[in-house]
Every structure is written in structure tokens, then in C-alpha cells.
């Protein structure tokens, strides 16, 4: 059957990050939390860690971990302390400790080099189908509150204003990071999964004139990069994740030079 | 419209409000009213719970104790002190109207045109100049008709023209739709030709009344010091030259 390929598991894997990937990635960048979404895909070593060491699912551990960093990071942020240093502390710290505890566990060698940097060609057809549930669920979240995280983005005192609670949809953003996160760990790995968030979408941004053709287009641009990173670093026998990355950095060079509008 | 503007009933009073945040009482025992058809304005210096107390009156912040009474279906249009535009986010005019409900290009049109930018339904966002930003976020509140308009530093970051230009248009539309307003404002001069009444606030109401009133009030003058005869003379100034400055000032904004 299909799905029996490495090659085609692979592929799916990537395409479903991405799917859901670009369009959170638009509000990564609209509302600079560029460093949050550092912080919480670095905690999402640890949360391996802490998984394995429990002999909990991996994925359940990412998530769990991440999540809890996300709303720890934006509790911060509501009592206006989460500046730019306290982000960095926290993403960096998170990552320094996820590895320590890895090395600290007993008779367990995890690889460490496929959580940080993604290890897509061993995703199992149980890793795709959680893939696939975690984008799904990101994708319905971002389109059941579409307007009103986008009228929350534009400022806090505007979306009271207009009854909706901006804490409220920064939370469904927050549980939307993390899903993406320990979907994206497998594939790309902590260390770049914040590359396939902020890049598709950077690239996205000269081509639109509205926010829902950049999330679509972040989402399409995303896709691409993670179909011709899977095939490509087959040809050139290059790490699958890293791959994806630099060639969504060379899309987003183009865009820059093509761009209609330059910003 | 609630509170026909013959029996003057408040659209909204506040009864011995106290608002704490983060512990500090910001707003003590304030008790005001705004009636039908006035302009009222806040002034106060930094710190003194301005914007947090319109931010009660719209019910973004819970009262400690007293309460907030509106008048029953009471719309309020609120103009919030910034707007955030990440360049990054395309955002058209129109759009940003539609948020978060849909409306019609009709509601759209006219609302823009009573805020001045008749045509800036198709402009980025993010491409707008302040003084055209602050009009945006005027029109949006004034899309549902509003009773009542709330607007905090509205003209923050206009040069003096721009902030001119922007309180006339104030006045022009509660003239156009008999709507009250209430805004806070640190340009006392301006304050004091545009406002009905002023309400000098640093925690408690400190005084209220007409603008020359509250302009010779002994708490007035503790609160702003040397610089309120200044503004009081400014005011007289405007006030004997007022169809001249309006006149030219308006054609500049429509060029």
C-alpha cells in the first residue's frame, strides 16, 4: 500500500506540518512572537526527554511540556514582564535542560540529533496519523475563531472593545504553537520547526493583500518546500529537516527580490 | 436614542467607582455622568487613571467596587489610544471595518466618509499615516450609530493641525448625529474650545465643569501648574478666531 513507502510517509508528514504550519506562522509573525515560539519548541526537548524517561509516548511528552512553556511564557506576557531577554532565557534554557535530562537518564540513549534537527524518513504510519489529527485540529482552531484572533491581533483595548477577549484567543493560539510543535518535532525538529512557522510566511507576506491569502499562501509555500526537501535531500543525500528549512530561506530570498511591494 | 436630550437623562454614570490593578487603587470614588449630545473631556496627568477609567466605562475593566450604569441598549463607539499594524499584516481599510462582524459596503462607505477619508476603503493599513490611522479607527466606531463615542488620546502623535483638524471632525459629526462624547485628551488649549465640559481627574474626580471653570479651579491649576494660564489664553485666542483658523484648516485636509 501506499503509506508502506518511507518516501511517501515521509512526504505526508512534512505536507501536514506545513498545512498547518504557514497559517500560524502569519500569526507568529503579525504578533512577534517570533521568540516565543522559540521557547516553546525548545521546551519541547525537554518534554521528550521527561517522556522517555517515564516511558510515556514522545509525542504526548512534547506536547505537554511545550504547551505548559507556552502558557507559562504567556502568563508572563499578560503581567507585561515577558520582554525579549526573559523570552531568550527561557527558550535557551529550556533546550540546555532538555538535553541535560536526556543525558542524565539511565540505560536510554535517545537520539538527539532526530528531535532537534527532525528524523522525517523514520515517521511511522502512527506518526503520520498524529501528524495529520494534530494539523487538522490547528487548521479548525485558526478558522473557528479566524475574525477574532485577527481583530485581537490588530490591539487588546480594539478587540474588548468589539467583545472579544484577547487573552481568550492568545490562549488558542498558545495550545495551536504547541500542537504544531510536537507534530513538527519528527519532522524538522525543535531546533527549525520555528523556521517553518516564520519562513513561509515571510515569504508569503509581499504577494498579499489580505491576511487570509497569506496564511493560504504561507500554507502553500510551506508544502512545497517540505515535498521538494523530502525528494530533493534524497538525491543529494542531505538531512531531510534542514533541507526543508533552506529551501523555504531560498523562497523567501526570491520573494524578496521579485516582490511587487518590498517592505 | 436613550436619554432625550430634553430630560437630559445620563446615557452612563459611574457611582463611587474604585478600580485596583495590581494591587494600587487607580481610580477612587468616581462619580460622573455623561448626558446625551455633550463633549466631555478627561484631562489629567500621566498616571492619573484616564484611560483606565474609560476602560470601565466599556467594560474592559471589572470595578473593585460601585458600578457602571448605561442607559439599556446603550451603543458606544470606542476609539482606542493605538492600533497595531505589524507591516506583515496585509490588511485592507475595508476589512479592518468588517472585524470580527461583516458588514455592508454602504456601512462602510458612510462611516469612512463621516470620519474624512472618503476613500481609503482599498489602503493598507499599514501604509496610513497616523492622522489617518486615528480616522480609521473613528469610523469603525462609528459603523453601529453609536450613542455614544469614547475616544482615548485621540490624536496622539498629530502635529497640532492634524489634532485641529481631528477634534473638528469630532464636533462636526455630534453636530451630524446628536451623539455624546467622551475623550481624553493632554492638548488642554484644544480641549478647552472643543469640550462642553472638562473633568479634571488624578485618581478622584478633582473638578468638573465648564472648560473656563474647571481652567481657573484652584485643584486645576495644582495639577497642571504654570502652564494653565497659558492655555486658558490660548483658548480665548481660538476661541475669538475660531471661523477663520476653522475655515482654512478644513480646506488644507481636503486638498
Known amino acids: 500500500m501506499l503509506l508502506d513507502s518511507f518516501l511517501i510517509r515521509a512526504a505526508l508528514a512534512g505536507l501536514g506540518v506545513a498545512l498547518a504550519a504557514g497559517p500560524l506562522g502569519c500569526f507568529v509573525v503579525w504578533r512577534r512572537m517570533a521568540y516565543f515560539s522559540d521557547a516553546t519548541a525548545h521546551a519541547s526537548i525537554l518534554g521528550v526527554a521527561l517522556a522517555v524517561a517515564v516511558d510515556a509516548p514522545v509525542f504526548g511528552g512534547a506536547l505537554v511540556v511545550a504547551l505548559l512553556m507556552a502558557l507559562a511564557v504567556s502568563t508572563l506576557a499578560d503581567r507585561g514582564t515577558a520582554s525579549d531577554t526573559i523570552l531568550g532565557v527561557t527558550a535557551h534554557a529550556a533546550l540546555a535542560l532538555g538535553l541535560v535530562t536526556a543525558s542524565l537518564l539511565p540505560n536510554v540513549r535517545i537520539d538527539l540529533m532526530g528531535y532537534l534537527f527532525g528524523d522525517i524518513l523514520s515517521v511511522t504510519k502512527a506518526d503520520l496519523a ?38 481568550r484567543e492568545q490562549l488558542f493560539l498558545t495550545i495551536a504553537l504547541a500542537v504544531v510543535v510536537a507534530c513538527g518535532i519528527k519532522v524538522v525538529g525543535a531546533l527549525l520547526i520555528g523556521a517553518l512557522l516564520l519562513i513561509p510566511a515571510a515569504t508569503a507576506r509581499p504577494f498579499c493583500r489580505t491576511p487570509e491569502r497569506m496564511a493560504g499562501l504561507a500554507a502553500l509555500i510551506g508544502m512545497v518546500c517540505a515535498a521538494l526537501g523530502v525528494v530533493g535531500s534524497l538525491y543529494v543525500d542531505t538531512p531531510v529537516g534542514p533541507s526543508i528549512v533552506s529551501i523555504a530561506f531560498g523562497f523567501f530570498v526570491l520573494s524578496r527580490l521579485w516582490s511587487p511591494r518590498l517592505r | 436614542m436613550p436619554g432625550d436630550p430634553r430630560v437630559t437623562l445620563p446615557l452612563i454614570r459611574t457611582e463611587n467607582l474604585d478600580v485596583r490593578q495590581g494591587g494600587r487603587l487607580v481610580l477612587h470614588g468616581i462619580d460622573l455622568s455623561i448626558r446625551a449630545g455633550e463633549i466631555v473631556t478627561l484631562v489629567g496627568p500621566n498616571g492619573s487613571g484616564k484611560s483606565t477609567l474609560l476602560r470601565a466605562m466599556i467594560g474592559a475593566v471589572a470595578p473593585s467596587a460601585g458600578r457602571v450604569v448605561r442607559a439599556p441598549d446603550l451603543r458606544i463607539g470606542y476609539v482606542p489610544q493605538t492600533l497595531s499594524t505589524d507591516p506583515h499584516l496585509p490588511m485592507t481599510v475595508r476589512r479592518f471595518l468588517g472585524l470580527p462582524h461583516a458588514i455592508t459596503d454602504t456601512q462602510a462607505q458612510a462611516a469612512l466618509h463621516r470620519a474624512g477619508l472618503p476613500h481609503a476603503g482599498r489602503q493598507q493599513l499599514a501604509d496610513l499615516s497616523g492622522g489617518q490611522r486615528q480616522r480609521i479607527l473613528l469610523a469603525r466606531a462609528l459603523l453601529h450609530d453609536p450613542h455614544l463615542l469614547i475616544l482615548d488620546e485621540p490624536t496622539q502623535g498629530l502635529d497640532q493641525p492634524g489634532s485641529a483638524a481631528f477634534y473638528r471632525q469630532i464636533a462636526a459629526i455630534r453636530a451630524e448625529t446628536g451623539c455624546a462624547v467622551l475623550m481624553v485628551s493632554h492638548e488642554l488649549h484644544v480641549v478647552m474650545a472643543a469640550s462642553d465640559r472638562v473633568i479634571c481627574l488624578n485618581g478622584h474626580v478633582c473638578c468638573e465643569g465648564h472648560p473656563e471653570h474647571v481652567a481657573s479651579a484652584p485643584e486645576y491649576r495644582a495639577l497642571f501648574g504654570t502652564g494653565t494660564g497659558g492655555a486658558l489664553a490660548l483658548y480665548r485666542h481660538e476661541h475669538g478666531h475660531d471661523h477663520h483658523h476653522d475655515h482654512s484648516h478644513t480646506d488644507d485636509e481636503h486638498a
Open chain 1, 130 to 167: 498524529l501528524v495529520w489529527i494534530g494539523a487538522l485540529v490547528v487548521a479548525g482552531l485558526l478558522t473557528w475563531r479566524w475574525s477574532a484572533l485577527l481583530t485581537a491581533t490588530l490591539g487588546a483595548d480594539l478587540s474588548r472593545a468589539a467583545g472579544i477577549d484577547p487573552k
